[in-house]
């Protein structure tokens, strides 16, 4: 198994696992409101590839945003959706691809990350919910499962607040990546 940033064409395949392994309801939960129509955050999308091509495994990071005390504004990353194919679960690559998130979120120079999860799991990575205590997700959530990791510390001190998305826009990409390629043809 390698882990890969993904790519364009790993669309269809990540879809059909994260329908798979988290069923037909996943875009119903807060997380999906801070990356509806949004990118990924640049550099922070992976993808777990087996030996035989296919994707067994999918982690994204998104850029959000919190009011902050001082600055007025500070941002931080939701993870999320982590997801191993079945016929994989309980080899590693779930602790694979999150060790690498982290890592590449550290030395991308981001403060901290904040997800909606399982503390028996990502509490191995060092996430908590000591951190969350005045941040929320827009829509329901359970607080014991709302969990933060600092890559800086005390990144997300002075932080209150509901969670806003500010990635990058998926149709702006879109429109952009167009206009280079007819820059590129002409
Ligand atoms: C959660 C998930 C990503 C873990 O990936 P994985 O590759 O199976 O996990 P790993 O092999 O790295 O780790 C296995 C360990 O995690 C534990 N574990 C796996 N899923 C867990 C869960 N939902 N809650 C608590 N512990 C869990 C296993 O018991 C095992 O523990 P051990 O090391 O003490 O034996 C995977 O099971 C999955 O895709 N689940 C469905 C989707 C999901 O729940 N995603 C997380 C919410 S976004």
Redesign the pocket.
């Known amino acids: 198994m390698i882990i890969r940033l993904e790519e364009e064409n790993d669309v269809k395949e990540r879809e059909q696992l994260l329908d798979a392994?988290?069923g037909p309801h996943r875009k119903r939960k807060s997380s999906e409101k801070l990356r509806r129509g949004r990118m990924p955050s640049a550099g922070l999308a992976f993808s777990g590839i087996a030996n035989d091509g296919h994707l067994i495994g999918t982690v994204r990071l998104w850029d959000i945003e919190l009011d902050h005390d001082e600055e007025g504004i500070r941002n931080a990353l939701l993870l999320?959706?982590?997801?191993?194919s079945c016929s994989?679960?309980?080899?590693?690559?779930?602790?694979q691809l999150m060790r690498t998130a982290i890592r590449s979120a550290a030395l991308l120079g981001h403060g901290a990350i904040i997800l909606v999860?399982?503390p028996?799991?990502y509490g191995r990575f060092g996430f908590s919910n000591e951190l969350t205590g005045k941040i929320a997700m827009p829509g329901p959530f359970e607080r014991e499962r709302f969990l933060a990791l600092e890559l800086t510390a005390e990144h997300l001190s002075g932080c209150s607040g509901i969670i806003r998305p500010n990635g990058r826009y998926r149709r702006a990409i879109k429109v952009a990546n167009c206009v280079s390629k007819v820059a590129l043809a002409s």
């Open positions: 392994v988290m999320g959706p982590l997801a191993v994989h679960h309980g080899s590693g690559v779930g602790s999860g399982n028996a799991y």
